[in-house]
Every structure is written in C-alpha cells, then in structure tokens.
C-alpha cells in the first residue's frame, strides 16, 4: 500500500493522466471486488444464522423427546422393581407352601 502511495505521488508530480485514470480503474475494481465479497458474505451469514436458528430448535426438540423417553424409562424402571418383588414375594410364599407340605 505504500509502495502505490509512493508510486502514486510521483504519477501525479509527473502528471500522467492515462495513469492516473489507469491506477483509479484499478483502485474502483478492487473497491467494487471488496464490495461484493463483503456483500456475499453478509448474505452467507444470514443464511449461516437461519440454518443455526433451525438446528437449535431442532436440538431443542429432540431434548425434549429425550426427557420424554428418560421419565418413560425411569417409570417402566419402578414398575419393573415393584414387579419383581411381587414375584420374588410370590415365589417365596410358593416355596414356603412347598416346604410346608413336604415335611
């Protein structure tokens, strides 16, 4: 950059015109390149954002479904304790009968 501040002031102490208009062609296209770019990627990080604000609710949902299923599990977990100390006291009412009856 200060290599063209430099070569641009000695332009203009020279005063080449066609040089002048050259070196400001090539600063707008370089403008306009930087405009474009800046433009496409605002764009881009809309669209980044939108898909972001998606995946959240996404994830948001499936939490839910996840706490959903750990309560379900947690109650089929109580059911099966009580269940299987039903059966555990049934079987031991039967083997007491049994040892009753065979002595």
Do not use: H, P
């Not at 109580?78 to 049934?90: S, V």
Request: with cysteine.
């Amino acid at each position: 950059m200060v290599a063209f501040i430099c070569a641009f002031s000695q332009i203009t102490k020279a005063g080449d015109i066609s040089t002048l208009q050259t070196a400001l062609a090539l600063a707008q296209d370089n403008m306009e390149q930087a405009k474009s770019k800046r433009d496409s990627t605002a764009q881009f990080i809309i669209r980044q954002q939108r898909v972001v604000e998606e995946q959240k609710k996404q994830l948001d949902e499936a939490n839910k479904r996840l706490e959903k299923i750990k309560l379900e599990n947690k109650q089929a977990s109580e059911q099966y304790l009580e269940a299987k100390q039903k059966y555990e006291n049934a079987q031991a009412t039967l083997k007491q009968a049994w040892d009753s009856n065979n002595k």
